[in-house]
């Protein structure tokens, strides 16, 4: 078990913002969460993202961030080295999880004899973007999602932090429909510490996450942490 971590990257899509620190850009103008491409994402098309639903879009986006800010890149695409592979867990929370495209699927089976898309039927399933992020950065690590009644992402950082005891590096974070509490997603790659070599002092965003215990506090240098929301900010501008 870990009880400090250091914040590799940080990475998010809020009706506010997103992108991550250096790269934010506004979204919906703080009244909705904001339509959302590939090219925008990932400055380039994936025709991967354009067949996902919103939920996973939403929380693929934030992942990317998060990546890119930590300086993971995906992986070539058609390579199939193992080499290139990375051991990185994802986990995740949600406490609304999928509804939407739950609730479009359960409409497209009444409309009889009409069957639903095979393709929305694929998206049925809360944890559908965390496969996305896999494939798409070459992570061979778990990856599973939880449904607290508190969507805050302090569920998923206390689970990230003890599988810091097992991996050097973790991601995580939280994904919220629209129109529920905390909309959004934020997610973070963090390290463990006795797996970094020093160059974090040197890295642009330098923070750490501490835990009093299991079910925390936490805090961020110091700074007490309640939601994981709250740690969308640029530090240009802090």
């Known amino acids: ?78 390579d199939k080295n193992p ?36 393709a929305l039927f694929a998206y049925t399933l809360p944890s559908c973007f965390l496969g996305e992020a896999a494939i798409y950065f070459g992570l061979t690590g778990e990856a599973y999602m939880m449904e607290p009644p508190d969507s805050n992402g302090l569920t998923a950082l206390s689970t990230a932090m003890d599988n810091l005891a097992i991996y050097p590096r973790v991601v995580c974070g939280v994904c919220n429909s629209d129109g529920y509490a905390c909309p959004g ?11 970094d070599t020093g160059k974090h002092r040197s890295h642009p965003f330098p923070l750490t996450i501490t835990r009093h215990s299991t079910a925390g506090p936490f805090h961020c240098n110091g700074t007490p942490v309640t939601a994981l929301q709250g740690l969308a900010f640029d530090p240009a501008t802090s």
């Open 185 to 195: 997603a934020l997610f973070l790659v963090l390290d463990r510490l006795d797996a």
């Open 83 to 118: 080499v290139q592979k990375k051991e990185i867990p994802l986990i995740a929370e949600s406490a609304t999880g999928c509804i939407e495209t739950d609730l479009l699927y359960q409409s497209a089976m009444s409309r009889k004899p009409v069957m639903p898309s095979p």
């Open 1 to 78: 078990m870990s009880n400090t971590a250091i914040i590799r990257g940080i990475g998010w899509v809020l009706k506010e913002s997103m992108g991550f620190p250096g790269h934010i850009r506004p979204a919906g103008q703080g009244l909705s969460l904001p339509e959302l491409s590939g090219k925008q994402v990932l400055g380039q098309p994936y025709k991967a993202f354009g067949r996902m639903d919103y939920f996973s879009k939403l929380g693929f986006s934030a992942i990317a961030f998060a990546m890119s800010h930590a300086g993971i890149l995906p992986l070539p695409v058609k």
